[in-house]
């Protein structure tokens, strides 16, 4: 579910806000109306109630009830009296006026007294003074006023409808006026993150356009005043690592320069000194001997630049599939018939079963081989090598270690780094060759100490081409 942005929050925040202020306010105006409306009707309904007992007064007294039911009928006049009853003192009724009228109803009723008649004032008069007349006067009679308040229900519900409809009218109104600003608070800042991601995505060039509000004008300024920074940044850092490159690979081509010398003028040295001694021994015993040593310095100057070559241009991997564990098998076989091979003794640990993969079988032989020749010259063409493969449904792993002294822990973060090589004969191209071609077919390689002793080199590759090859 999508989290809701700044622009929908603020919308809802001002629809809740204003939608219970103004419903708050309205619930408390319509009570407030409700209570006066519902006092102001009850004191009339008692005014009328004291002003027809005054004047039924002396129709009481006499018993006149022709002129008390002309009372009842006059007040009955009225559009919200739904009875008018007179009764004597023992409570027989005297006179009595009724109409249907809707309710809901309500009753009021008031004593008739001797002596009220002397003055229609006393109606008026305040409460101490009425106190002190009901002291001095003596009950007739009664009159009785059921009257209906349907009309202030009616009025209720006519303004709680305008209520709501002002409402809903001014809530929308506040919703819409707050919807404008709203947006022209949020909008900069959706230009702001899209400007953000154009940027990263390459635009270094784009800018954001100031906006007018002073606030998001300042946080555009200074977001292009970040971009500019960021920018010289990174023209810095690109001039700094182009140097940097450049000391790289002048010291990495006097690296080269001097291995080559080094490793070409001792072969051309052994080769001359054999023509030397050919000039002036032409026996066919020494010739036969001094050519043996040319042809073998000769051989070494040529594998010299073939590892030259094939590290400085790697060939291009052609992957096929392959059974990994025959290949390694093969591999292993072909160096144990080779020379430089010596006495050392290869124990296999490898399934027998198949283990199809994805890679080069060329140059993973060639990767393999110059982890072997590492072993082999680590044991002196007398140990140990062990040789341990295994296998998962997405990747091939290879093990291969032996009993000589290990690696030191001062070298051991150098090992694979091209040129560096801790024999006095080498190029210290081998494993950096073969750090190549793992990386080529998307695997790791690492190295590491046995607690027995001697080394440790592990091979894992996918067994899976990736996607799209």
């Known amino acids: 579910m999508k989290t809701p942005g700044i622009h929908a929050r603020l919308l809802v925040t001002a629809f809740v806000i204003i939608s219970v202020t103004s419903f708050s306010l309205g619930f408390f105006g319509v009570s407030l109306f409700n209570d006066f409306a519902g006092k102001r009707f009850d004191e009339r309904f008692q005014f009328l109630a004291k002003y027809l007992a005054l004047n039924a007064e002396l129709g009481v007294l006499i018993d006149q009830r022709s002129m008390l039911e002309d009372l009842a009928r006059n007040l009955l006049s009225g559009s919200d009296v739904a009875k ?12 009595q006026a009724e109409k249907i009228i809707p309710g809901p109803f309500h ?9 009220d008649f002397s003055e ?9 003074n009425a106190a002190a007349q009901n002291d001095a006067a003596d009950v007739i009679g009664s009159v009785e006023i059921v009257y209906t308040t349907a009309e202030i229900s009616v009025l209720l519900e006519a303004i709680t409808v305008r209520f709501i409809i002002f409402s809903v009218a001014l809530t929308g109104f506040c919703l819409l006026v707050f919807f404008f600003i709203s947006r022209s608070l949020v909008a900069p800042l959706t230009r702001l ?15 954001m356009a100031p906006g007018s509000i002073p606030e998001t004008r ?19 850092v690109e001039d700094a690592n182009r140097e940097m490159a450049r000391q790289n690979l002048l010291a990495e081509m006097g690296k080269f320069s001097m291995m080559i010398a080094h490793e070409i003028k001792n072969p051309l040295g052994i080769i001359k000194s054999s023509f030397d001694i050919l000039k002036k021994d032409t026996s066919a015993d020494s010739a036969a001997m001094l050519i043996g040593y040319i042809e073998e310095e000769i051989q070494r100057i040529n594998s010299l630049i073939e590892d030259f070559l094939s590290f400085a241009k790697p060939a291009k991997p052609s992957f096929r599939i392959i059974d990994a564990n025959q290949m390694l098998n093969g591999c292993l076989d072909r160096f144990g018939r080779l020379k430089t091979a ?29 982890i072997l020749k590492n072993a082999m010259e680590a044991t002196q063409g007398r140990g140990v090598i062990n040789i341990d493969a295994s296998s998962t449904d997405e990747t091939w792993r290879l093990e291969i270690s032996d009993n000589g002294d290990g690696i030191s822990e001062h070298v051991m973060d150098k ?15 081998g ?3 073969t750090v190549q071609v793992i990386s080529a077919h998307r695997g790791k390689i690492t190295a590491a100490n046995k607690p027995a002793g001697g080394a440790v080199f592990c091979i894992e590759i996918p067994r899976e081409p990736a996607m799209g090859e």
């Open 84 to 95: 008018v009853a007179i009764y004597n003192r023992s409570g027989e009724t005297l006179a």
């Open 107 to 115: 009753r009021v009723s008031e004593e008739v007294r001797m002596g």
């Open 120 to 128: 229609e004032s006393q109606a008026f008069s305040t409460e101490g």
């Open 193 to 207: 993150a899209l400007t953000a991601r154009k940027v990263g995505a390459g635009e270094r060039e784009l800018r």
């Open 218 to 236: 300042e946080v555009s300024l200074a977001f292009n005043a970040m971009l500019d920074s960021l920018e010289r940044s990174r023209k810095a």
């Open 342 to 370: 010596g006495n050392v003794e290869i124990r296999r640990a490898i399934p027998e079963e198949s283990c199809l993969s994805y890679l080069d079988p060329d140059l993973f032989r060639r990767a393999i081989d110059n």
């Open 415 to 429: 090992i694979f780094d091209p040129f560096f090589t801790t024999r006095s004969k080498g190029t210290g191209l």
């Open 431 to 433: 494993l950096a060759y």
